[in-house]
């Protein structure tokens, strides 16, 4: 079962409109950590939000926000207002905690390439 | 945030010749550092995690003689891809972390994109 889906390949919104980007995750350790990157054509990787699974409250980066529910095992990411330079690829990725701390690598959704109309 | 440097950011070679790609941390001890692949157009894959001082775990699938893997100090690891082949190319990006601090995430490198001719 993968761990990280992504259902959306991909998405368009017209500039200076939100839009949701959509993750689920699968995971049975009770600690994780929760990371949306950015991909831009010249391929670095771009932090954009992190939301830990004992965080009470949604995190929020400017633009960014992330709709943490625990519950149904959804991260997704929320940009609002969004601009012609936000056109890339999102990556949705998880860290999961093992036992004796954790090594930190990360495992990656297939992303969603997001477009953004003038 | 932290930064990675990652060296060089694109290379091409021929088929048979050996490639090595550098990843530093510069404004961190970097205990753990990571190694992704990236093929055109899907997500990136873990190939291997280095700690510093001892041997690298490697994923699944991937050659460990193929891909070596060193992290001989706290800023510096290296991925050498010997006897490169056109199967090989594809974008090579590493990340690092201090594991000394859990609430550290991982800082990423540029990428290499690698062409074998």
């Known amino acids: 079962a993968q761990k990280i889906t992504q259902t959306q390949p991909g998405m368009f919104v017209q500039e200076k409109e939100a839009v949701t980007l959509d993750c689920t995750y699968d995971?049975?350790?009770?600690?994780?950590?929760l990371f949306w990157y950015k991909q831009p054509s010249s391929g670095e990787m771009i932090f954009l939000i992190y939301?830990?699974?004992?965080?009470?409250q949604n995190a929020t980066e400017g633009r960014y926000s992330l709709n943490f529910q625990k519950a149904r095992k959804s991260a997704n990411l929320v940009i609002s207002a969004s601009q012609l330079g936000d056109s890339a690829m999102y990556f949705c990725a998880m860290r999961e905690g093992r036992y004796g701390g954790s090594q930190g690598n990360l495992i990656f959704g297939k992303g969603t390439k997001l477009s953004v109309k003038p | 945030g932290a930064v990675v440097s990652q060296h060089p950011s694109w290379v091409i070679c021929k088929s048979g010749t050996s490639v090595k790609i550098e990843c530093r941390s510069l404004d961190f001890q970097a205990t753990t550092m990571f190694w992704y692949r990236q093929f055109p157009k899907q997500s990136l894959m873990l190939m291997a995690t280095s700690n510093e001082g001892s041997k690298a775990t490697y994923e699944q699938g991937v050659e460990k003689d193929k891909f070596l893997i060193n992290h001989a100090s706290l800023t510096l690891s290296t991925l050498t891809v010997t006897s490169a082949h056109p199967e090989d190319s594809s974008f090579y990006i590493c990340?690092?972390?201090?594991?000394?601090?859990?609430?550290?995430?991982?800082?990423f490198g540029q990428g290499t994109r690698l062409t074998v001719v």
């Open positions: 990340s690092a972390r201090d594991i000394r601090d859990t609430d550290t995430e991982a800082f």
């Open positions: 995971t049975s350790d009770p600690s994780y950590g």
């Open positions: 939301q830990g699974s004992y965080d009470q």
